[in-house]
Nanobody
Framework: EVQLVESGGGLVQAGGSLRLSCVAS????????IGWFRQAPGKEREGVSH????????YYADSVKGRFTISSDNAKNTVYLQMNSLKPEDTAVYYC?????????????????WGKGTLVTVSS
């Protein structure tokens, strides 16, 4: 059974940090690009960051560049999203997703697998 399980969300004050984790199972991790999307209340889902499990290439949305860092531990089939200098506008449900596509337009492709999401709330 394929699973992507997110964890690490919570409530944090503006300027604080959180680290999200996405644990993958049921597919060959190294063959996929894993990334994060988020969806704030009343807004469309947006791509945040992704990482290629095969070569470590990363990509960040402009809104998080310099504040968020994505990384992967292939031995643990886990992708992390370190979020620093959090802002109230970062409040959203964060979803982990996987696709065998790659490149800067990865967010535009259909994802093969999705997690159920973890809520991040940043208070002002």
């Amino acid at each position: 059974e394929v699973q992507l399980v997110e964890s690490g969300g919570g409530l944090v004050q503006a300027g604080g940090s959180l680290r999200l984790s996405c644990v993958a199972s049921g597919f060959t991790f190294d063959d996929y690009t894993i990334g994060w999307f988020r969806q704030a209340p009343g807004k469309e889902r947006e791509g945040v960051s992704h990482i290629s499990s095969s070569d470590g290439t990363t990509y960040y949305a402009d809104s998080v560049k310099g504040r968020f860092t994505i990384s992967s531990d292939n031995a643990k089939n886990t992708v992390y999203l370190q979020m620093n200098s959090l802002k109230p506008e970062d409040t959203a449900v964060y979803y982990c997703a996987a696709s065998q596509e790659s490149g800067r337009y990865w967010f535009d492709y259909g994802m093969d697998y999705w997690g159920k999401g973890t809520l991040v709330t940043v208070s002002s």
